[in-house]
């Protein structure tokens, strides 16, 4: 899985975890990479239902491409209680042929109305070199613009580039629904957006033997700006970490979480299911 949007991925889920009393939502998934199929195809019908049965029963499908994002949207015609975000990938933003062409695309798909959020976009100086990262700024400009125009949640994508992001924020003005997606930030960046206004998703990473930061960064969000994702097929949680990863995996993640914030896990579901509503809006 050296390539982050490599489809050729041939690994064995997890064994479904114990399923939760109270429902919840897997903030940010990619399905098409999990089966390689169709958006409406039965094996996206399975992995929705395996989701499900153990109680996450709302799913946001997320964009990295022109190509895919239309993908996302037909996944969300398709199956009730999916939604879509469409955007270009800090990661495609720069290498993409016609970069202006690719952000008319998604501005299109964005007004869809079951695509509620416009990611995931943001900065990536993990694997975009250099001098492709003013092209990678450019773009989650555009993306944040898109965002405020239509209302809409911002989706945001941040790797090795903690200070610039909230930076690039502050300048153009971050949209009234902010989410930073698998938050990878210590206490002080969870801090500083916490008093932003900004939602944190937490994904599998939390689990991690060497990701102490991040738990320490995850006891100081506010229950109302906490989110829960998979960020499938990447990711999966301990002790699984290196499976396939599906939004039926969401329990396990839950469940260390509320250990980790000495929380009540039917109130810590409540919490995350309302906040994934407030942000993303009706999923029926």
Sequence with gaps: ????????????????????????????????????????????????????????????????????????????????????????????????????????????????????????????????EPDLQERQRYSFRRHIALAKKLGKALVIHDRDAHRDVLDVLLEEGAPEKTVFHCFSGDAQMAEECVAAGYMLSFAGTLTFKNAPALREALKLVPSDQLLVETDSPFLAPMPHRGSLNTPAQIPTILRFMAEEREADLDELCAAISANSERIFGPFA
């Design 1 to 128: 899985m050296a390539d982050r949007h490599n489809r050729d991925i041939d690994l064995l889920p997890p064994p479904l975890p114990e399923p939760l009393n109270v429902k919840c939502v897997d903030a940010h998934a990619h399905i098409e990479i999990v089966t390689n199929t169709a958006p409406g195809s039965p094996e996206v019908g399975r992995i929705l239902e395996e989701a499900r049965s153990v109680g996450i029963d709302r799913i946001v499908q997320v964009g990295y491409s022109a190509e895919q994002s239309k993908w996302c949207v037909e996944m969300a015609e398709h199956w009730p209680n999916v939604l879509a975000a469409v955007a270009l990938h800090p990661n495609e933003a720069p290498v993409v042929k016609d970069l202006e062409a690719d952000l008319a695309i998604i501005e299109k798909l964005a007004q869809h109305p079951k695509v509620r959020a416009i990611g995931e976009t943001g900065l990536d100086y993990f694997r975009t």
